[in-house]
């Protein structure tokens, strides 16, 4: 069974910054893109940011120049530098392993970001 271990939700104010950590086993991180999905209250889910296995980066067109995606091999995680966050970003933010494209093979199990003043 693959096991992510997320981290970095929370409540943050309109303007703020969060990042995101993915912790995944390094089968998994040598083999998949990473990468992260959102799924807001009442909305489908919606890919955020993917990084293939050579650096590749792919942001939706909503979070670009805002969010960053970085993988780091040394620790089998992946990271969304999230900036600039705004009301409407409120999510639960899922980790995922699968393909640049953003076929999901893998999930984690989701962190809460709330965006509030």
């Known amino acids: 069974q693959v096991q992510f271990v997320e981290s970095g939700g929370g409540l943050v104010q309109p303007g703020g910054s969060l990042r995101l950590s993915c912790a995944a086993s390094?089968?998994?991180?040598?083999?998949?893109?990473m990468g992260w999905y959102r799924q807001a209250p009442g909305k489908q889910r919606e890919l955020v940011a993917v990084?293939?296995?050579?650096?590749?980066?792919k942001y939706a067109d909503s979070v670009k120049g805002r969010f960053t995606i970085t993988r780091d091999s040394a620790k089998n995680t992946v990271y969304l530098q999230m900036n600039s966050l705004k009301f409407e970003e409120t999510a639960v933010y899922y980790c995922?392993?699968?393909?640049?494209?953003?076929?999901?093979?893998?999930w984690g199990q989701g962190t809460q970001v709330t965006v509030s003043s």
């Open positions: 995922f392993a699968g393909s640049f494209a953003g076929v999901v093979s893998y």
């Open positions: 390094g089968t998994i991180f040598s083999i998949y893109a």
């Open positions: 990084a293939s296995i050579r650096g590749s980066t």
